[in-house]
């Protein structure tokens, strides 16, 4: 009978995001950016320290998709453009986040 190795490996997950010092309320601007976008998915955004997460699942029943959208205050307004086209499914439209983050966020801080 052949012995079990009981070893583990952990792979690291690393990110690589642009951080941005620029002054703006960020889950207003990704709520600004959902709007436009109008995904077919019931989208809860919230405040993430560590990075930008997106979260998705299915509704049981009549419920339809749902995803959690996590932004950190560091967030760059592409990167938060970015995720939020990939989570619409519209990532290869050309020029779409470069038409995203022109528009200028309505609330700053």
């Excluded at 190795?5 to 703006?24: G, L, P, Q």
Aim: charged share 25%; hydrophobic share 40%.
């Amino acid at each position: 009978m052949a012995s079990r190795d009981n070893t583990h490996t952990i792979e690291e997950d690393r990110r690589f995001e642009a951080r941005s010092a620029e002054r703006f309320n960020r889950i207003a601007y990704a709520m600004q950016l959902l709007k436009l976008l109008n995904p077919p998915l019931r989208v809860a955004v919230y405040s993430n320290f560590r990075h930008v997460k997106v979260e998705q699942g299915r509704g049981l029943g009549a419920e339809g998709p749902w995803a959690l959208f996590g932004v950190p205050p560091h967030a760059s307004r592409e990167s938060i453009a970015r995720a939020l086209a990939e989570l619409t499914g519209l990532e290869r439209e050309p020029f779409l986040v470069d038409l995203l983050c022109a528009a200028p966020p309505e609330a700053a801080d």
